[in-house]
Structures are given as structure tokens and as C-alpha cells.
């Protein structure tokens, strides 16, 4: 009975009716929430980048001693992890 009613377009016509339907209203106001919403984030942004650019400004940059090249003041070396395992161990 299944297999005759799955091609049949009034099962398909009884299963539409049981599902919602999203009206241009619903579309309508997620769009309107969409937007909001990315202004809103927008505005935090803007906010964000003038306050990196006043950070930014105060950064200044001078010649690493190892290789010679410009890097920002407040930049720290990466340390080596070989370094970081023989100073554990020796504590150890």
C-alpha cells in the first residue's frame, strides 16, 4: 500500500498541508533580524578597529638583534622547544 501511495501527488499534496509554510511574512522579518543583527555587529567592529588602530600607533618597531630585520618592540622570540625540555628536566 506504501509503495502505490508514494508516487500518488495526493500523498504529496496531504503531507504539504501538514507542513508549515513560510509566508513572505516569516521571510520577510528573519531578513529584517539579519540585517539588525549585522549592523549590530558592524558597529562593535568599527568600534574595535579604532581601538586597535590607537594600539597599533603605539607600537614601534626596531632591528632584531639576531637577524637584523624590523620587528614590532613588543614581539617576544619563540622559544625552542628542545630549550624548553632540558630546563624542565634539569629542574626535575
Do not use: C, F, Q
Not at 568600534?47 to 594600539?55: I, Q, V
Not at 624548553?84 to 628536566?89: D, T, V
Amino acid at each position: 500500500m506504501a509503495l502505490a501511495l508514494s508516487g500518488s501527488s495526493a500523498l504529496r499534496a496531504a503531507l504539504a498541508s501538514l507542513a508549515p509554510a513560510r509566508g513572505y511574512a516569516a521571510s520577510a522579518a528573519s531578513g529584517a533580524m539579519r540585517r539588525a543583527a549585522a549592523a549590530a555587529e558592524g558597529a562593535a567592529a568599527g568600534e574595535a578597529k579604532e581601538a586597535g588602530r590607537g594600539a597599533a600607533a603605539e607600537i614601534s618597531w626596531v632591528p632584531d638583534p639576531v637577524t637584523g630585520h624590523y620587528r614590532p618592540a613588543n614581539w617576544a622570540a619563540a622559544a625552542d622547544p628542545a630549550d624548553l625540555r632540558a630546563a624542565h628536566l634539569a629542574r626535575a
